[in-house]
């Protein structure tokens, strides 16, 4: 009698698991109600963003100042505050940033500059922040970005800035000494590296090519895997990519998307050397925006003479007098003459919110250069 309760015990628990087919036709029923429920509000929401749009059109405003970013930080942190499963933040993120790219785009997408070409990671990093309503435009060089935003051929560009490996990309550092573009946002991008190529493995590799921070990133996996072939310096991984496709013997260090662009195979997957392999990448637009409640602010000055014994000790001194908290700093060369330098510092707030702003206009009465160079929200995951 106990066995023969013990398997229909058993047999009303898979029953449980597993819904009958009338029960599965019943749940569908529900998803395709709620499907048309989903609809009806993006397409609700599409219109109240083409009134939006039609009011500041009417005001002589343009494309470019349609995209708020600490208006959109705002909608996506909301939604991560009321999100209680099953779906992570990261998805729920995906979802309405591609929703709000799609309803901002409805009279014209925003122009995107990127250091391109196709399937490089800073193009991933656009997607990522703008959605792929975004018209992406890929440029040679980072000079290039920061042209095509400062002509009004693009309203807004991604240039990558620091990867967490391999530390700083310079060229964006000093770009900003001659332009004056403002920093609007943030990228945060995992990065994972693959091993692509024409052939079916390890073996038939004569050379591999990459950007010289995918190399670096990667440096301890060749040593152990590929040791002994030739590691050549490309402008980028997309470039790498291509070449993997036309030479024999050649492949590349690039993310997923360059091997679908190149029709490479994937050799090894996941080969950086830490698991933690980030770049941040910034977002460069025309002007400053407001506050959005959680926010980041990068500064470059410098106090003159920098090689004046506690120089930096004097310019940093109101931040901590003022309890601002400096999440980086950085040196490079003034270019002024040799051994003069410039600082870049991100700190924690807006430039127009207290106490950063009192610990700023103290900032500016000790430096003989002194620039905002951006106040934007902090990356959403």
Known sequence: MKARAKKKTNRASRSEKTPPAAQIGSLRERIDAIDERIHQLINERAQVARQVGAAKTAQGLHTADFYRPEREAQVLRRAMERNEGPLRDEEIVRLFREIMSACLAQEEPLKVAFLGPEGTFSQQAVLKHFGHSARALPMGEIREVFEEVQAGHADFGVVPIENSTEGTVNHTLDMFLVSPLKICGEVELRIHQHLMGKMQGLPQIS??????????????????????????????????????????????????????????????????????????????????????????????????????PGTLHRLLTPLARNNISMTRIESRPSRKHKWDYVFFIDVQGHASEQPLKQALDALKKEASLFRVLGSYPCAVL
Do not use: M
Request: hydrophobic residues 35%.
């Open 207 to 308: 050379r591999v090519v990459s950007h010289q921070q995918s190399l670096a990133q990667c440096r301890h996996w060749l040593d152990e895997h590929l040791p002994g072939i030739e590691r050549i310096t490309a402008s980028s991984n997309a470039e790498a990519a291509r070449r993997a496709r036309d030479e024999a013997g050649t492949a590349a260090i690039a993310g997923q998307t360059a091997a679908e662009v190149y029709g490479l195979n994937l050799i090894a997957n996941d080969i950086e050397d830490r698991p933690d392999n980030t770049t941040r990448f910034l977002v460069i637009g025309r002007k400053l925006f407001d506050a959005s409640g959680n926010d980041k602010t990068t500064l470059l000055f410098s106090g003159g003479d920098t090689q004046s």
